[in-house]
């Protein structure tokens, strides 16, 4: 700590990313990536890139990638907003709409990072507890706010929000934001992007990073009415005009334009889940049913966090939250199959399972 850092810094507690470990021969299942390697059109797009235009600042609408995107989801131009991760995304979206006279209210288990970006940002916001089934209790957010966020499927449970109930949602609460955060939602899930084009009061926000293999270059997205775009837009042009690089831009477009590959390995990664949590619930794990591409699960006798420390000294990793009420789950990437055998074939070896 500083005397030079602000007050408010000195108070935060930041968001704890992942472990990027620094050594090889380790089966990595503890921070959702997709364990296949990208469309092969996404490397023949980067290796084609001319090199030379890196001389130059990358466009700062990212033209070609808003483009394809509203192309892809049949939207206008200007219902499209990017930026450098879905993080970036709703960081910029919290600073845009979030900072009212009301408490934004969220679940109390969800993605960490939304409390991180409101005691940031000096946001009051109130979490509000999950059901005994770790469902999002939306009966609880009829009541004053200053916006809403979830993300659907959940994290880190998995669970899924029907369609039904999130217009029901907007229906309810049309003087504040409701942002559905879907990172997941390619893997099983139906996106509320319809809704986006019936209610003004919705963001969706999407990543590169989880279904389509590109979690190392960064590229997030929101699709919404036009005047929230404008909002993100404006906040965007106050911080950083080219938050994507050239780089992530061709590799972008690439990947959505291929769609069969998409399909092929979410479908992969979606059997597959439904192959472990099979496997896990034989073992004696209960299994929260998933719509993402992680199982979130606990053991019906064994703490969590033996249970990682156990798999870890297996070369297996896989994420454990201390937080009390999911403190004995963990929740475990879908790898590829030979990876996920690895882990029961693992966890059968215990000695007290």
Known sequence: MSKYWSPAISQLTPYVPGEQP????????????NPYPPSPKVTEAINNYPKDR??????????????????HFQLAYDNIFVGNGSDEVLALA????FRQDKPLLLPETTYSFYDVY?????????????TDQFEIDFAAYDQPNGGIIFANPNAPTGRLTSLDTIEALLQKNTESLVIVDEAYIDFGGESAVELSRRYDNVLIIQTFSKSRSLAGLRIGFALGHKD?????ERVK???NSYPLD????????AALEDVAYFEETTQKIIACREWTHNALEQLGFTVIPSKT?????RHNSLSGEELMQYLRSNNLLVRHFSKPGIENYLRITIGTQAEMHSLIETLKQHPNL
Do not use: H, W
């Open 54 to 71: 890196l001389r130059l600042y990358c466009d700062p609408d990212a033209t070609a990638l808003k483009q394809s995107l509203a192309d």
């Open 228 to 232: 929230l775009i404008a909002g993100l």
């Open 118 to 130: 409101c005691n940031l940002y000096d946001i009051d916001y109130r979490q509000i507890p999950l």
């Open 293 to 297: 591409n992680f199982v979130f699960a």
């Open 94 to 97: 919290f600073m845009a709409f």
């Open 22 to 33: 620094k050594v090889d021969n380790l089966i990595k299942l503890n921070t959702n990536e």
């Open 246 to 253: 050239s780089i992530a831009i061709v590799g972008a477009v």
């Open 237 to 239: 042009n106050s911080f």
